[in-house]
């Protein structure tokens, strides 16, 4: 027998610590799908590891605002254990402030959604909306890409749309936005701002840089210094001149 025995080595089983994931809060107003909030209530009650019944209900209810909270903490006033689980909670909370047939009417305004005056990031984000408001029967992925491109509006980014073809919502809108990025970049990215113009000044004749221009220029421009203009000679100027040119010479 081996006289070095190998210890066997204790098994540990990590334990997940709660993750406090957070829930928007539930006012009970008309653009709000019941639907989505009981995902993300749902989402943070696994997240925090919640089981008991009693504390389930209690966090859902510390995340109601508005008249939702008014109406929970009214009936629990009233009757302390009118909430017996979380399920009882959504049946009675849908029926108090879910409209009816309200993902029949999110799924017919998808389906009819068109971009017309809304710039491209509204036009996505009522997209996302709505398909976020489905939650029974969801959208399939196809039909979701086929009619978010359908309604851009005709130009360059759903004609590449079209021909990428995004599998999913999220990537058609990324890839929209991304179009119209570029598009944009490419309209105003290499602009330079030219510097103001001056005010243009007349000349009446050649331009002032032309050298010829500037030697007759100077040649006419009357002498500084001191001489007859007309016989060149010091000491008077070219009306006083009494000297004969030659040329008046050969008319007398």
Known sequence: MNSHRQSATPVTTMRVAPLKLDV?????????????????????????????????????????????????????????????????????????????QSEFRARVEFLKLRQGKYDLHSYAQRARYLVSSIVNEPIDASTQVVTFMAGLNDGPIRNQLFREYPKTLDEAIERAMQEEFS?????????????????ATTYNGPEPMDISYADVTASRQPRNDGKC????????????????LPSQQATH
């Open 183 to 199: 598009i944009k970049q490419a309209k105003f990215g290499g602009f330079v701002a030219r510097p103001p113009r001056q005010q």
């Open 24 to 100: 928007s809060p539930y006012r009970g107003g008309e653009n709000e799908p019941l639907a989505r909030w009981f995902v993300e209530l749902d989402a943070a009650i696994t997240a925090r590891q919640l089981r008991d019944p009693i504390q389930q209900v209690l966090f859902a209810m510390s995340k109601l605002a508005g008249r939702a909270k008014s109406w929970a903490y009214g009936k629990r006033l009233a009757e302390p254990h009118c909430f017996y689980d979380l399920d009882d909670f959504k049946r009675k909370l849908k029926k108090a402030f879910e409209p009816p």
């Open 229 to 244: 203009f007309r016989c060149g000679k010091p000491g008077h100027i070219a009306r006083n001149c009494k000297v004969s």
